[in-house]
């Protein structure tokens, strides 16, 4: 089968136009020439077709995944150093000292982390038009086929969750051009967020440091090149000694205790048992849920609904880097999947997908960014229908959201009812986080941390 030569530079003297593409062996008649006004005014024209798209895409995905936040995540405010100097502890700490304890309210909750979670859509949007912009060809499919996954449900749906700080860290620190600044950046704002949640050093530290390996002179450059790694080096050791603090259980039911006289909500007791289990305990304990089948179940469907996705988004940074170094590529590429090394600590297996969904587009924005465009990319009829099976098959999967959550599907009934009942005072906006788990809340009202339930040991 012969190939279809898609354009990548924007040159008009290498641009694809149909008797360009006829000679290299392309068939318009397929009906994939889909810049097929040729030259720049083509590749415009296909610009301003996919950006619409691709963020109209992006919408519905979140309004299949979007929810209060989980009174897990927002049991996390109620961490602090009171009992002993603690992992997660900062946010609760800050709010003990300053005495602005109406930031544990759940609405103020709410309200604090939807704006970050609208930040990074922003940011994400932002990405797609720059993506649109600069590159060329096949290359801009990458929006649209992140914006139809279900990273981009997943993202909605994770809202007050540690990984929407993480995520907006590693976009902004992409967006800042100059070394100094941006190393200066990462330094600063990660080391607060390590006290935040340590997993941010794996999930998101990686992506933010893809424009140091995408740099070819810091290789040659020693000064450059030794503070990058004196910056990794001290948020490496400062994320082991933040992962190894832990307090007793005693204090950590303690803890609970004293928090549930200041919430307006109810907590959510397992939580608290993070506290006092290492990273040893966690992978002991994934170390026995690897041996159920249910949980390799999990995996193999959470795998077929997300990877695909990243397998191809990865497909296109590794072209995108051609002409760069090999080591230099696989570092890129390493950054890209990082999430996945949590699947070795924590429960969460649609959770670390997902981001991996997310940051491989963050990576292939990152790419495109840094180097532009090097060779024309060219694209067979096998790999255009992965791509149109990839997104009839995004747009309809299904999976397990955090805390028994599941896929909303259009018409979104449940969204329409909520906002329809909830300006007029039927309901409290935004709900009681209990009110949606009515059959357990006030069980939990009264249970303490166990230490061995499977939300706490296992969710990270």
């Not at 301003?48 to 996390?76: C, D, E, I, N, Q």
């Not at 860290?169 to 800042?176: E, K, T, V």
């Not at 100094?180 to 933010?208: D, G, M, N, Q, Y």
């Not at 024309?376 to 990839?390: D, K």
Request: glycine share 6%; with cysteine.
């Amino acid at each position: 089968m012969s190939p279809l030569h898609v354009c990548w530079e924007g040159q008009p003297n290498i641009m694809a136009t149909r008797d360009h593409a006829e000679r290299l062996g392309a068939q318009p008649e397929l009906g994939l020439d889909v810049w097929r006004h040729g030259g720049a005014a083509g590749d415009a024209y296909a610009g301003r077709l996919l950006h619409p798209l691709a963020v109209f895409v992006l919408f519905v995905s979140v309004l299949k995944g979007v929810a209060f936040p989980h009174h897990w995540a927002a049991t996390h405010l109620f961490f602090d150093y009171q009992h002993g100097f603690v992992k997660r502890g900062l946010v609760g700490a800050i709010v003990r000292a300053t005495g602005a304890y109406f930031l544990q309210d759940y609405r103020v909750f709410f309200y604090l982390t939807l704006a970050i979670v609208l930040a990074n859509l922003l940011l994400l949007v932002k990405s797609f038009a720059e993506l649109h912009r600069r590159a060329h060809g096949w290359l801009r499919l990458g929006p649209l086929l992140y914006a139809s996954s279900i990273g981009a449900a997943y993202l909605a749906n994770s809202i007050g969750y540690a990984d929407h700080l993480g995520l907006l860290a590693a976009l902004l620190a992409l967006r800042i051009d100059h070394f100094w600044k941006r190393l200066a950046f990462i330094a600063l704002t990660f080391s607060a967020l390590l006290f935040v949640h340590e997993a941010i050093f794996i999930a998101f530290l990686p992506v933010a440091l893809v424009p140091f390996f995408l740099d070819p002179r810091i290789p040659s450059d020693k000064k450059r090149l030794l503070s990058a790694c004196a910056v990794m080096a001290a948020l490496a050791c400062l994320t082991y000694v933040i992962a190894g603090a832990v307090i007793s259980r005693a204090a950590s039911i303690e803890m609970y205790r004293a928090a549930r006289t200041r919430a307006n909500f109810v907590l959510f007791p397992e939580a608290f048992d993070v506290l006092h289990r290492t990273g040893a305990d966690n992978l002991r304990i994934m170390m026995g849920a690897w041996t159920r089948q249910r949980y390799w179940a999990d995996v193999f469907y959470g795998a077929v609904t997300t990877l695909p996705t990243a397998s191809l988004l990865l497909f296109f940074a590794w072209k995108a880097m051609t002409g760069m170094g090999r080591l230099r590529a696989m570092l890129v590429l390493a950054a890209a999947v990082s999430p996945l090394c949590l699947h070795v600590l924590a429960w969460d297996i649609h959770r670390w997908n997902a981001l991996t969904v997310t940051t491989s587009f963050v990576t292939l924005s990152a790419i495109t960014r840094y180097r532009g465009e090097r060779e024309p990319l060219i694209m067979g009829r096998a790999l255009f229908i992965i791509v149109a099976v990839l997104l009839v098959l995004n747009m309809s999967a299904t999976t397990w959201f955090l805390n028994g959550r599941q896929v909303t599907a259009f018409p979104w009934r449940g969204h329409v009812d909520y906002w329809r009942i909830s300006p007029w005072g039927a309901r409290s906006s935004p709900p009681d986080p209990s009110s949606r788990n009515v059959s357990t809340s006030s069980a939990r009202n009264q249970r303490m941390p166990s230490g061995c339930d499977r939300d706490a040991g296992e969710r990270q």
